[in-house]
């Protein structure tokens, strides 16, 4: 029998022989490498031109501690942190230009943090830097709400930012970009937000269920205001205000699931056959739309995404655990993606193999889908602290 | 709507002047009463089961409170004020949104009015979203997804936190 200690000797003598390959592989490297040079200091990262179509920008108000709001960059593809803004109080959303080569932001300040003097400017930033390139004051009167695509909108040849004021009387605050400066408000009594028709024109919700179609001229001003007749029920079946548009067309979801499409004919917005999203076996069960940025489109594949759940009528502005994806030329659904996480926001990117976003503004986790297949491709951690509405180039 | 009729005759006068021409960029000052809270997080509600709902009818500093029916926003109780009253070094909104509440207790309705108190940075304490008759943004006054501290002048100053203050028995 052998002793305990020759066992061991044995064992460790056969490991030494064993591993060493491994340690010499390990050591040889260390013998022949140069050692890592010293890193230069002072290295600050840049972002390409144009951004990848895969890119989002994560709108972030931080309910918890309003004066610093932000926007974060998250490339899709990769799951990687490019990048933030921060946008001061109040924040909006960013508004990318048409030409990729400045990013507009909206923004509110208080002389002395939470007190002082307010200032509303409207900041310019380098897409590549994400710097600031200039500012553009303009009246202390943008709207403080939930954050909606709808409070600053470019017209469609990217020359005027329209942004929403509420005071609480209602306009919309013209910005000529090219000149960078303030041009004026448009009056919109009794109608909030703009919804851009063309290259001089938006319309505004109106509290009686109308449209207010808005004409500017060249200089920025308005040059004809024309108001519908009411075209939807706010009594009984309000239209949110959470519009998305394909081409001339701007689709509005009612609180119960019914698709207003608003075409702009003749110079003026004409409201279409409207079309239920749900089947009545759906709304017997209670579902319905619901959360803070719940439609979302691909005008190629001209599909229409909604977020959908169960819950009574008053849970309009509640996530859901389901998107829904809908033919627009069809009028039909033609998918059903199960979400991982609660969804209260989405947002589809433009290209031809499009990415699905999804943030909740109760989480900090930016989930990624594959846009055509519901998969879940990945989910990126930490994102701000309460995230609003997704914007992507 | 039926529960919009039931509103105070001042905060009719207000909607009537608020959608007119005349209103745009007017006075304030004689707008109406009562308040919102501001934004939103559809977050903070649901979950509890019925008993504890029931236990909680009654208490301002729960989201369950039978006025918060429509609230939106950090509950002023929680941060140092009340239901009916802003905390210290604060400013009560001037202008509002308003919502009609059951009170179980009384089995009776009231006009709610959701003042936000303002001028310090967001309270941060028992955020509550309830949206029973909540409008959207194009329906102000019956929306509480706007922060009504901004706009008239005393006001102009960030949101902190919200009240609920009943304005009238419904009618």
């Known amino acids: 029998m052998k002793s305990p200690r020759r066992v061991l000797s044995a064992w460790v003598l056969s490991a030494a022989v064993a591993c060493a390959p491994l340690a010499l592989a390990l050591l040889a490297p ?17 972002l390409p031109r144009p ?94 709400n939930m954050p909606m695509m709808s409070n600053a909108q470019l017209t469609d040849d990217g020359r005027f930012l329209l942004i929403y004021n509420f005071t609480p009387a209602q306009s919309i605050t013209v910005v000529d970009t090219r000149s960078r400066k303030f041009v004026g408000e448009v009056e919109t009594s009794g109608c909030a937000l703009s919804f851009p028709t063309g290259a001089r024109s938006f319309f505004s919700l109106c509290a009686d269920g109308a449209l207010l179609h808005t004409v500017l001229d060249d200089t920025g001003h ?16 309000p239209l949110t205000e959470k519009g998305v548009r394909v081409g001339d067309t701007w689709y509005f979801v009612s609180f119960s699931g019914v698709l207003y499409p608003f075409k702009l004919e003749q110079g003026s917005p004409k409201l279409q056959q409207t079309w239920p999203l749900l089947s009545a076996a759906e709304k017997a069960q209670n579902w319905r739309p619901g959360g803070l940025q719940q439609l979302a489109v691909h005008a190629g594949l001209n599909r229409l995404y909604a977020i959908m759940h169960q819950g009574p009528l008053e849970t309009h502005k509640d996530p859901g655990h389901e998107v829904w994806v809908y033919d627009l030329a069809r009028k039909a659904r033609i998918q059903k993606i199960a979400m991982k996480n609660n969804s209260g926001s989405i947002q589809v990117t433009r290209d031809s193999h499009p990415l699905l976003f999804s943030v ?14 519901g998969n879940l491709i990945r989910s990126v951690t930490d994102i701000g602290t309460t995230p609003t509405v997704l914007v992507t180039p | 709507m039926k529960w919009l009729d039931s509103l105070t005759e001042g905060s009719a006068r207000s909607l009537a002047k608020r959608t007119s021409r005349r209103g745009f960029i007017g006075t304030l000052g004689t707008i109406l009463v009562g308040a919102s809270g501001l934004p939103l997080l559809p977050v903070a509600r ?81 955020l509550c979203n309830r949206n029973e008759r909540d409008t959207p943004l194009y329906v102000p006054f019956q929306s509480n997804d706007y922060n009504w501290c901004s706009g008239s002048a005393k006001t102009n100053i960030p949101y902190h936190c919200s009240t609920a203050r009943i304005v009238a028995v419904a009618k």
């Not at chain 2, 208490?59 to 004020?81: F, K």
């Open chain 1, 51 to 144: 951004p990848s179509a895969h890119w989002v920008w994560v709108n972030d108000f931080a309910f918890s501690h309003m004066v610093n709001g932000k926007a974060m960059l998250v490339d899709g593809d990769s799951g990687r942190f490019l990048g933030e803004l921060d946008t001061g109080f109040g924040s909006m959303r960013v508004v990318l230009a048409p030409d990729g080569q400045v990013i507009y932001s909206p923004e509110t300040y208080f002389s002395r943090g939470t007190r002082g003097e307010r200032t509303d400017v409207v900041t310019l930033y380098d897409p590549s830097h994400l710097s600031p390139l200039g500012e553009i004051v303009i009246p202390p009167k943008r709207s403080s």
């Open chain 1, 30 to 46: 260390a013998a022949v490498q140069a050692a890592l040079p010293p890193d230069p200091a002072g290295t600050i990262q840049t």
């Open chain 1, 360 to 373: 909740f503004i109760d989480s900090t986790v930016l989930d990624v889908y594959d846009a055509t297949t």
């Open chain 2, 46 to 126: 649901g979950g509890d089961a019925a008993d504890d709902k029931a236990k909680h009818v009654n208490d301002p500093t729960s989201c369950d409170y039978w006025r918060h029916c429509a609230i939106d926003g950090y509950l002023c109780g929680c941060c140092g004020g009340s239901e009916n009253s802003c905390p210290p070094g604060t400013q009560m909104s001037a202008i509002t949104w308003v919502g009609t509440c059951h009170n179980p207790i009384d089995g009776k309705d009231y006009v709610v009015s959701y003042n936000d108190c303002c001028g310090k940075a967001t309270c941060g304490r028992c």
């Open chain 1, 222 to 237: 308005a040059s004809r205001s024309d108001r519908t007749e009411p075209l939807f029920d706010v009594d009984h079946d």
